[in-house]
Nanobody, 121 residues
Framework: QVQLVESGGGLVQAGGSLRLSCAAS????????MGWYRQVPAKQRELVAT???????NYADSVKGRFTISKDAGKNSVNLKMNNLKPEDTAVYYC???????????????WGQGTQVTVSS
């Protein structure tokens, strides 16, 4: 079973910063792509940022220049540094992993439990 454990959400004022982290369970050997998505009530989950195993990032237009996604070297973990946060960034943020190779086999996709980010105006 693949587990993704998220941390770092919380409440921040507009213009502030937060850092989200996500770590995969130790049985994971490699992951093709990790990333962050977010969701607000009554709306579809949307991409925030992803990063490939080779380190290539991809960002939603709404967060370009404000958010930075990074990988921890040698670890199946990913971070999202969020600067200049806006009230419209308020959402539940979910960690995602695609193309997961573990001791038990291959998994196409896995999601974390989600962490709340609230930006006050």
């Amino acid at each position: 079973q693949v587990q993704l454990v998220e941390s770092g959400g919380g409440l921040v004022q507009a213009g502030g910063s937060l850092r989200l982290s996500c770590a995969a369970s130790r049985t994971i050997r490699s992951i093709n792509t990790m990333g962050w998505y977010r969701q607000v009530p009554a709306k579809q989950r949307e991409l925030v940022a992803t990063i490939t195993s080779g380190g290539t990032p991809n960002y939603a237009d709404s967060v370009k220049g404000r958010f930075t996604i990074s990988k921890d070297a040698g670890k199946n973990s990913v971070n999202l540094k969020m600067n200049n946060l806006k009230p419209e960034d308020t959402a539940v943020y979910y960690c995602n992993a695609e193309g997961i190779y573990s001791r038990e086999g291959f998994y196409r996709s896995s999601w974390g439990q989600g962490t709340q980010v609230t930006v006050s105006s």
